[in-house]
């Protein structure tokens, strides 16, 4: 059976500190490669969706502020929480920091903690795509599944194929298989796991962060809507 690890993204969520990474060597005016690796890091797993724009905060009271508490954390000690998470929630409107080792690799974990370290610099191009609202909830759900970095975990198109060793079946489950919608078979029930979340044990196993306090009921029902389309036939 499909365990609960629905949709991250993600991510970063939490209750103290993080940033999350894709990628990026070119050179940047005042910025060496690595930082400016991690502003695009920062973009790729959604940290800004929790602890906002830049590390600024002022997303939710629960998640701090980067920019503050990055500053007096150390490199090793801000790695530890990106890979282990820091805390749970049982109170879906309430975020914390979710498990990513697994999901961020240690290159791109590194990346984001000197890009925390530098104290967030402006980099061109890093910056979230834009959600478009106006041509549907499909269309709104896909560019929010990016944008909130929900394909880190659960892959393109929800395919699935990113490793989650303690869990269950041994991975992150794709958004696509029969499994996935016998256990969540109501819209009710696919929009509940995305707000609530799944935390299923520690690392190495990757969490899922509940998305109730940062995401509106329009865009929970926007990714459910999309989600519906994935639905292998």
Not at 46 to 66: I, Q, T
Not at 103 to 115: F, G, K
Request: glycine share 12%; aromatic share 6%.
């Amino acid at each position: 059976m499909t365990h609960r690890l629905v949709l991250s993204g993600v991510l970063v969520v939490g209750i103290a500190v993080l940033a999350a990474g894709c990628g990026g060597s070119t050179k940047t005016a005042g910025v060496s490669p690595q930082v400016a690796a991690g502003a695009h890091a920062y973009v790729q797993f959604a940290c800004g969706e929790c602890h906002g724009e830049r590390g600024r905060g002022g997303v939710s009271p629960y998640v701090p502020a980067l920019t503050v508490v990055g500053k007096v954390l150390t490199p090793p000690r801000l790695t530890q929480i990106i890979d282990h998470g820091l805390g749970e929630s049982k109170d879906p409107k309430r975020p914390y920091m979710p498990v990513w080792r697994g999901v961020i690799p240690a290159r791109q974990v590194s990346d984001l903690v000197a890009y925390v370290h530098a104290g967030f610099p402006a980099v061109p191009g890093a910056s979230p795509p834009q959600v478009r609202t106006d041509q549907g909830q499909v269309v709104e759900g896909r560019e929010l599944y990016v944008r909130d970095g929900c394909v880190n975990c659960h892959g393109p198109k929800g395919r699935g194929g990113v490793a989650n060793p303690q869990s269950p079946d041994k991975t992150i489950p794709a958004l696509t298989s029969a499994d996935f919608f016998k256990e969540f078979n109501t819209d009710k029930e696919i929009e509940d796991v995305i707000r609530t979340g799944s935390v299923i044990g520690r690392a190495p196993i990757v969490s899922m962060p509940h998305w109730g306090g940062i995401l509106s009921k329009e865009q929970l029902r926007a990714l459910v809507a999309f989600i519906k389309t994935l639905k292998a036939h």
